[in-house]
């Protein structure tokens, strides 16, 4: 199992204060720690982390993704990836985020390969990467259609693929499957956690669905909001891989109705927070 541990984000006493139009203090972000360390095998194998950041909406939850993704910065604080002091974005984090923001002027093929392009990976090496990427979303046979002719959950596929492209250490997703409906965001949970299961990054995951954080996290950060602050870190037992039937298990909902309790008794809970049973 895990022989020793390295940290892979550090948040550390991080507040991120906006101001609206009107001049009003917006306290998104209060005195925030977290720690995701990265585990490894004792063979030195990286093994990854599924990390979910759960709270309702409002809560800073976006803010805390993009402070840690380089495209904000806290008032206060430090955030850390892999050890080094976060400035703006780089390839070692990848970011999907709920809305897909593909370039509908490339194929899905070239979609996936761009952010290779731009950082001088070879031909060959793009076209064998973005084979096996494809393939493991299941998207081989669209590799040469645009991406706006593709359904919602398709389309995230792509976002998917061209961010594990770049081989990123860390992933970070804000809401991707908010806008799918239910069967297609199921069928992208598992497609996921395949995924996950394969690469062994290390991802952190945003969502105000309890069931989804549940069901995806091997610890949950759950979130209460004005201002965001992490309430508590749950730990979540179930064995991996998983798979839908463990939905149907009566531990599944014991944590689930702890986690939506915990979420319910946290202070300043102002947002909605979506319970899916
Ligand atoms: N650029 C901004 N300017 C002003 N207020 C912002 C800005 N970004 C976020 N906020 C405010 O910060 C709070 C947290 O927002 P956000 O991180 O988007 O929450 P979540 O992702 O959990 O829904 C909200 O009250 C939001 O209105
Ligand atoms: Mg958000």
Partial sequence: MEANKK???TIKDVSRVFFSPSGERIEAIKDVNLEVE????????????????LGPSGC??????RMIAGLDKPTSGQVLVNGEVVTHPGKDRGMVFQKYTSFP????????????KINGVPEAQRKETVDRLLKSVGLTEFADVYPETLSGGMQQRVAIARTLAL??????????????D???????????LQIWDETACTILFVTHDVEEAVYLADRIFIMSSHPGTIVEDVHVPFDRPRNLELKEKSEF?????YVLGRLKSAPGIGGHVRVSI
Avoid at 38 to 53: K, N
């Fill in 7 to 9: 940290s892979k984000i």
């Fill in 38 to 53: 990265d585990a490894f095998s004792p063979a030195g194998r990286d093994i990854g982390e599924f990390r979910v950041l």
């Fill in 60 to 65: 800073g939850k976006s803010t805390l993704l």
């Fill in 105 to 116: 002027w490339l194929t899905v093929a070239e979609n996936v390969a761009y952010g290779m």
């Fill in 167 to 180: 081989r990123p250490s860390v992933i970070l997703m804000d809401e991707p499957f908010g806008a799918l």
């Fill in 182 to 192: 239910a069967q297609t965001r199921s069928d992208m949970q598992q497609l996921l």
């Fill in 253 to 257: 909902h014991d944590l689930q109705h």
